[in-house]
Every structure is written in C-alpha cells, then in structure tokens.
C-alpha cells in the first residue's frame, strides 16, 4: 500500500488482491478493477482489506450482480476481520459468494 492511496489493488491468476481501505473514494477503482476481470471465476482477496464502508459494500454487491448477469461468478475471498463482520451485521453474508 503506497502512502497516496489507502487501498491497492494487485491482478492475481484468479482475480485481484485488495489490500486497505475501500470508501467512497476508492471504491470506483475496485468496481473498475472488477470490472475488467474477465475470468469466468473472479476472486477478490479480501484478506488484507482493513475497513469497508457502504461505498465499497455497493460496488462489492453489484459486482455479483453484474457477474450473475453475465453468467459468472464473483468470490470474496479469505475476508478479514472488519469485512466478515460487515458482511455478518449487513445481512448479505448469504447473497455474496464468501469463502474462507
């Protein structure tokens, strides 16, 4: 993570690596990211995400949409702390495809 941006996002074989913090302001950056992932399968490594505010929930959850609708499938991996409680307290745990 470099000390102009609070989120870094690093293309891996099977989708993205996402470290820091996803907000308002970074949150367009992922969805782009996400966006031009073009496996059928794309895993997000969510393992070192530090905060998620409902900026990054929404771009997280049209993500899966956007896969579902285009016949693929989105997969937040390994999520820390801070985003499995989000996902826990949010309610859409069940709705995004989260795997540990």
Not at 15 to 33: K, Y
Not at 60 to 73: S, V, Y
Request: aromatic fraction near 4%.
């Amino acid at each position: 993570m470099s000390a102009t941006s609070p989120l870094t996002i690093t293309p891996t074989g099977s989708g993205l690596a996402v470290v820091g913090e996803i907000d308002a302001h970074t949150a367009p950056a992922l969805a782009s990211a996400i966006a031009e992932c073009d496996q059928e399968i794309i895993v997000v490594d969510m393992s070192e995400v530090e905060f998620v505010d409902s900026s990054g929930l929404r771009v997280l959850i049209e993500a899966h949409q956007a896969a579902d609708e285009a016949g693929r499938f989105l997969k937040l991996a390994n999520p820390s702390g801070p985003v499995s409680r989000l996902l826990e307290i949010s309610g859409v745990r069940e709705y995004l495809d989260v795997v540990s």
